[in-house]
T-cell receptor, first 120, second 112 residues
Framework: GAVVSQHPSRVICKSGTSVKIECRSLDFQATTMFWYRQFPKQSLMLMATSNEGSKATYEQGVEKDKFLINHASLTLSTLTVTSAHPEDSSFYIC????????????????FGPGTRLTVL | DAKTTQPNSMESNEEEPVHLPCNHSTISGTDYIHWYRQLPSQGPEYVIHGLTSNVNNRMASLAIAEDRKSSTLILHRATLRDAAVYYCILRGGGGSNYKLTFGKGTLLTVNP
């Protein structure tokens, strides 16, 4: 099956620093990648939709200057949390859609394992 | 996006079938019914999806009501590894950009 990886799996940083999270589709090309955030005991919240070679589309209430998204290739999207603060501590999850889906994968999102961000 | 309603939690015994209900009374004709599940501290995992007809795969079965206002995810023999939060999501067809809107889901506990 299609695999999506995230790096790092866990990061701890000081307040005010920037953190970059990578999302890679390992065995398929992804035309669209999605970034979610999940606080403890809550559901996933979509932050933005990222299309290769174009600007990301952010959901209402998500600061695009704080959460920078780059989708430079069909297998890599990055999320940079700029000037991180303790309230940004969360579980960040990416997902990807297959560029050339066949059968069941035509309507499936493949999720990464998530990145746990802790801002001190 | 049309909303879904699921019980907050359900409990099952190992090796017994589990029926997870989902109500979606405002579903439109082009909305697909998707099920994902999330194990603790992991990203969600695709389970199954359908439009009108019942669907089966190696993980589960999806039973869709004739009026499409509700559906049921069926795990035929629950195992301890099936303990997770199960999300029922309506994904709009056409130009929805395939966004998924997650609700609170159903926390399934499987007892040994």
């Amino acid at each position: 099956g299609a695999v999506v990886s995230q790096h790092p799996s866990r990061v701890i940083c000081k307040s005010g620093t920037s953190v970059k999270i990578e999302c890679r589709s390992l065995d398929f090309q992804a035309t669209t990648m999605f970034w979610y955030r999940q606080f403890p005991k809550q559901s996933l919240m979509l932050m933005a939709t990222s299309n290769e070679g174009s600007k990301a589309t952010y959901e209402q209430g998500v600061e695009k200057d704080k959460f920078l998204i780059n989708h430079a290739s069909l297998t890599l999207s990055t999320l940079t949390v700029t000037s991180a603060h303790p309230e940004d501590s969360s579980f960040y999850i990416c997902s990807a859609r297959d560029l050339a889906p066949t059968g069941i994968s035509a309507d499936t999102q493949y999720f990464g394992p998530g990145t746990r961000l802790t801002v001190l | 996006d049309a909303k879904t309603t699921q019980p907050n939690s359900m409990e099952s015994n190992e090796e017994e079938p589990v029926h997870l209900p989902c109500n979606h009374s405002t579903i439109s004709g082009t909305d697909y019914i998707h099920w994902y599940r999330q194990l603790p501290s992991q990203g969600p995992e695709y389970v199954i999806h359908g439009l009108t007809s019942n669907v089966n795969n190696r993980m589960a079965s999806l039973a869709i009501a004739e009026d499409r206002k509700s559906s049921t995810l069926i795990l035929h023999r629950a195992t301890l590894r099936d303990a997770a939060v199960y999300y029922c999501i309506l994904r709009g067809g056409g130009g929805s950009n395939y966004k998924l809107t997650f609700g609170k889901g159903t926390l399934l506990t499987v007892n040994p």
